[in-house]
């Protein structure tokens, strides 16, 4: 690609190298570490489900005994690969029997490391076979009905009932939506579990089970085929479960996952060792199966200046960007997050913004970057938020832009109607027509506002880089450098569910999964 923006590419890869160097070295911490989550998330994959009598998800009961008697070190893998050879059951019927208190996997003859990865190998392969089957079932349909054009128009319902969720997503498909979101029920983020079945009380969301993944999923395929277009489905993967959900994603065939490697640190007040431990077993998943991942850095600029803090947002997009190579993620995959977020009342602020979002499509151009409206200045005049909203479709179609999150002239006052989603929708599809082209005809001047914003946000975000690659990232958080947010490394919420690996530890399913659906 041609920089309209006469980007210095010197600087670009020099940034790059530095965001690389960054998650390198916290992968190093990360290969050394489990945490419960990701423990539960395997036997998620082997085929646990379900609740026991007090209706306790059965991954958490095996997970927090084996974490009690002191066996997390070896990874939950090797404890279900052991049972499978002293009780010649399967996996679910394991978890079944010590959610009854019949069975007790530590006090059981123990094996070696190596028998006990040839025992669940079956149970691995099969989950890969069902992952496997729904990306070629996104791909069938992709390649028989289509999908929308770019930038895909994302709409979000979030009743709290699912089946109330299910006929706003409906019609907001047959309006022209390409992309449905549910947001998570108000602090689900903050669950050290993933509730079981199909849910109706949500506050402010609904929550993400794999029994409401596989309902949505249902109902979006089949407004799909009757309006003759895929219908993509994005939930949450983030937060204290974030590689369960990941896998619940993966083997229901959602198409898009809210997933960053430092949000839930800064937004959520959730440890950042163990988001980062997290972060590397939910991407990995998410790279096999196709997913999108949507990377949080839109956040932000709802908590500092859009102006003034803008190379934050660049810095962190290289940082994810890393993260998810790491993980085998291709570019496609990755969703990563900015925003149109200056305070409206800035003079020339819409030539800002369009040269941040150009910028972003520069350096990460083969990337579905994922385009955030305005929220942090949204009042309620819904004239001038739908102004707002349209100045930013408007950006979003001349950038190039992949995922537009569509803003509701009424956001600011309630959750949106029906009628509001329709008028925002309505809104993209006449600017995205109008001016389909815009970008390929209009030229920058040299050396003028727009040319001269974007490389001082570039070089700021090198300088940044280069600053955190010196300190450590666990100690530049510690700082508050990334959306004026300080977090400690032994405080906030899940540290108790990190622990060391031992010599023996073995997760099956990264060997398997890294380098995509094969």
Not at 39 to 45: G, N, S
């Amino acid at each position: 690609m041609t920089s309209k923006l006469n980007l210095d590419p010197k600087v670009i890869d020099s940034a790059r190298a530095s965001a690389a160097h960054i998650a390198q070295s916290m992968q190093e911490f990360i290969d050394k570490h489990t945490t419960v989550s990701t423990e539960r998330t395997i036997l998620r994959l082997l085929g646990v489900d379900g609740i026991d009598d007090v209706e306790r998800p059965l991954p958490n009961v095996i997970v927090e005994a084996v974490k009690d008697a002191g066996g997390l070190p070896r990874g939950v893998a090797y404890w279900i690969g052991n049972a499978i050879i002293q009780t010649g059951k399967k996996p679910q019927e394991i978890a079944d029997a010590i959610g009854r208190g019949e069975l007790d996997l530590m006090k059981l003859e123990q094996g070696t490391a190596e028998d006990a990865a040839k025992a669940i190998e079956p149970y691995v392969n099969d989950a890969l076979r069902t992952i496997r089957e729904q990306t070629e079932k996104r791909e069938e349909y992709l390649a028989t009905i289509g999908e929308g054009r770019r930038p895909y128009l994302y709409v979000i319902v979030a009743t709290g009932n699912i089946y109330e969720d299910v006929i706003q997503a409906q019609a907001a498909a047959r309006q022209g939506a390409d992309i449905i979101a549910v947001i998570r029920t108000t602090a689900q983020s903050l669950l050290d579990y993933v509730p079981y079945g199909p849910t109706t009380e949500g506050f402010g969301g609904t929550y993400a089970t794999q029994e409401n993944f596989r309902i949505m999923r249902k109902a979006l395929d089949e407004v799909g085929e009757e309006i003759g277009r895929y219908i993509r489905l994005c939930n949450y993967c983030s937060g204290l479960c974030m590689p369960e959900i990941a896998a619940m994603g993966a083997l229901e065939r959602l198409d898009v996952m809210l997933n960053d490697a430092l949000y839930g640190i800064l937004f959520r007040d959730i440890n950042m060792q163990r988001t980062i431990i997290d972060q590397y077993f939910s991407r990995v998943i998410i790279g096999y199966c196709g997913i999108i991942f949507n990377s949080g850095e839109d956040n932000y600029l709802t908590t500092d200046d859009a102006i003034e803090s803008a190379h934050t947002v660049l810095a962190s997009q290289l940082m994810n960007e890393q993260f998810a190579v790491l993980a085998n993620i291709r570019e496609e995959q990755m969703g990563l997050g900015h925003a149109f977020e200056m305070d409206p009342d800035t003079e020339n602020g819409f030539l800002m913004e369009l040269a941040q979002a150009q910028m972003a499509k520069e350096i990460f151009p083969n990337a579905s970057l994922k385009y955030m409206p305005p929220t942090k200045f949204m009042t309620g005049n819904i004239f001038r938020g739908h102004i707002q909203d349209a100045l930013f479709n408007l950006i979003a179609v001349w950038t190039g832009q992949s995922l537009q999150l569509l803003g509701m002239l009424t956001e600011a006052l309630h959750t949106p109607h029906l009628h509001d989603r329709m008028l925002s929708i309505e809104n993209a599809k006449y600017i995205f027509n109008n001016a389909r082209d815009i970008g390929e005809e209009v030229e920058f001047k040299k050396d003028g506002m727009i040319q001269k914003r974007a490389q001082k946000v570039l070089k700021d975000a090198e300088e940044l880089l280069h600053q955190i690659d010196k300190d450590g990232l666990f100690p530049t958080i510690e700082a508050g450098k990334f959306a004026a947010v300080k977090r400690p490394l032994n405080g906030g919420k899940g540290l108790e569910g990190v622990c060391k690996k031992d010599a023996v530890y073995f997760n099956p399913f990264i060997e398997k999964m890294v380098g995509g659906a094969k």
